[in-house]
């Protein structure tokens, strides 16, 4: 599967025929569940990602990830006690492994990755003002994005083309 055009992919729909070094520009959005585990619909994906000896040469390819996860777990230790918070070990642990697998596999990251707690959409809008501020100047080939489908705003992209 070659893309060559800007979509939205759910993780858990992609396989190991998603030629992700014919791509010019990646964009991963991913959360990580319990013990630093990717969600259970995108793990065939990510195992084969973090696998990484059939991914190819992406040294033609720019990324960026934008990692969701929870710092601290809260809990009640008893039903009249204080709340209780220590930090979980593995956070943001599945969009720093997909990260690390792009590198790995000679991808630039054009935006540095972020971590988000507990959705902050601070961080989320300043990543992708990043991810917006940085395109331009990515010398990307024109000739494979349809540039007349995609329509910029300062907090939202919409995508003409069709989302799977």
Known sequence: MVLNRPVVLNMARLTKECDLAAEQILLFVCSTQGDG????????FCEWLFDGSEIGDLSQTCFSVCALGDRYVHRQLQPTAMWSYRSYAHFCRCGKRVAKAMKQNGA??????VKV?????????????????????????ASRIPFQGIYFTPRFVKLRDRCV
């Open 37 to 44: 585990v990717p969600p259970y619909e995108a793990r065939t």
């Open 108 to 113: 630039h990251e054009f935006v540095p990755s």
């Open 117 to 141: 707690d507990k959705e902050d959409w601070t961080v989320i809008h300043k990543w992708i003002a990043e991810v917006m501020t940085a395109l331009p100047s990515l010398n990307l080939n």
